[in-house]
């Protein structure tokens, strides 16, 4: 399984992005995927998580700013980011969740950085 995010860059506030990643390996439409993005100096946060089935969940601090959403037609997960601010900058990780047995293995891709700023 190989993920691979694109679609980051640089920003001036209030501007917009859309994050997207690419998963290989035929399991994605089965799985729960998220984003998550680590400042620097700070641990890794979650961003938003999407069931196979369509069902999202947003960080509360970032709710209304952000929307995550998947096709699984492309094996791709996607975030649109909206009114973007310079606390968003880090680097943003596309992850996904696989159950086997009761136990879940994360699988990560590269990140893509995001840097909001004038």
């Known amino acids: 399984v190989q993920l691979q995010a694109f679609g980051g860059g640089l920003v001036q506030p209030g501007g917009s992005l859309r994050l997207s990643c690419a998963v290989s390996g035929s399991i994605f439409r089965f799985n729960t995927v998220a984003w998550y993005r680590q400042s620097p100096g700070d641990q890794r946060e979650l961003v938003a998580t999407?069931?196979?089935?369509?069902?999202?969940n947003y960080a509360e601090s970032l709710r209304g700013r952000l929307t995550i959403s998947r096709d699984n037609a492309k094996d791709t997960v996607y975030l649109q980011m909206n009114s973007l601010k310079p606390e968003d900058t880090a680097i943003y990780y596309c992850n996904l969740q696989v159950w086997n047995r009761g136990s879940r293995r994360d699988y990560w891709g590269q990140g893509t950085l995001v840097t909001v700023s004038s």
């Open positions: 999407i069931t196979p089935g369509g069902t999202t």
